[in-house]
């Protein structure tokens, strides 16, 4: 089945970094493109950046444009986020997410707390 475990979250400074890893497994992991979501304490998730299988980005959140990069590795079928300048806002649960067909299939989030 359909394994999604997301790591490297924590408890960073404002102007600090972070990079999260995506551990992916029962499915074909080069096949698919991949995204990256969050959602913040009483919001909605939000999409933050997605890449396509042979590792193009094709979307990226206005609010982390210059400060997050995505890859990843198709031979550790894993998937990261690089995450640098983090303020307050960044606060909150980040997951891993693969659309298939019309199953979206979700990691069960890292969190990321960004304070002083």
């Known amino acids: 089945q359909v394994q999604l475990v997301e790591s490297g979250g924590g408890l960073v400074q404002p102007g600090g970094s972070l990079t999260l890893s995506c551990a992916a497994s029962?499915?074909?992991?080069?096949?698919?493109?991949m995204s990256w979501y969050r959602q913040a304490p009483g919001k909605e998730r939000e999409l933050v950046k997605t890449?396509?299988?042979?590792?193009?980005?094709?979307y990226t959140a206005a609010s982390v444009r210059g400060r997050f990069n995505i890859s990843r590795d198709n031979a550790k079928k894993t998937l990261y986020l690089e995450m640098t300048s983090l303020n307050p806002e960044d606060t909150g649960v980040y997951y891993c997410?693969?659309?298939?067909?019309?199953?979206?299939?979700w990691g069960q989030g890292t969190q990321v707390t960004v304070s002083a």
């Open positions: 890449i396509t299988n042979v590792g193009n980005t094709v």
């Open positions: 029962g499915f074909i992991f080069s096949n698919y493109g």
């Open positions: 997410h693969v659309q298939m067909g019309m199953t979206p299939y």
